[in-house]
């Protein structure tokens, strides 16, 4: 299991803003990757139940929307910033190829990932 705290860019007005999601990976290092997004008002522990029996074949990356969970709150104007938030969050960890499975916002952000990069 590795942790991670999200960096931050400075915005005007001198405020910061993270540019990856603070998220979480288990599973095999040379496993195919498999990420998993929450639902507005849910943490990455949603899919506690599920990762043993993912992490067999998968390496899992689980994620919490901003303010959620530990997550240091930032506003999100859109599903396409947290689209953006999370192909930087993958940029950072060398991932270029992945799985997704997404419930309610989680989903949503999928299918901005789909339109936006779907490479």
Same mark, same amino acid.
């Given at each position: ?7 931050? $860019?400075? *915005? /005007? #007005? ?7 999601? *603070?998220? $979480?990976? =288990? ?10 997004? !929450? &639902?507005?008002?849910? @943490?990455?522990?949603?899919? =506690?139940?599920?990762? !043993?029996?993912?992490? $067999? @074949? ?9 303010? *959620?969970?530990?997550?240091p /709150?930032? !506003?999100? &104007? %859109?599903?396409a =910033? ?5 192909? &930087? &969050?993958?940029? %950072?960890l #060398?991932? @270029? ?9 989680g #989903?949503?952000?999928g299918l901005?990932?789909a339109? @936006?990069?779907?490479?």
């Open positions: 299991m590795r942790l991670a705290a999200p960096g931050v $860019r400075r *915005q /005007p #007005g001198g405020r910061t803003a993270p540019l990856e999601l *603070q998220h $979480r990976v =288990d599973g095999p290092d040379d496993a195919p990757l498999l990420v998993l997004a !929450p &639902t507005l008002g849910a @943490t990455w522990h949603m899919w =506690d139940r599920q990762v !043993p029996e993912l992490t $067999r @074949t998968w390496r899992v990356l689980r994620f919490d929307l901003p303010g *959620q969970g530990g997550a /709150p930032h !506003p999100a &104007t %859109s599903v =910033d947290l689209a953006e938030r999370l192909l &930087t &969050t993958l940029d %950072s #060398g991932e @270029t190829r992945f799985g997704y499975a997404g419930c309610g916002l #989903g949503a952000v901005q990932l339109l @936006t990069a779907p490479h």
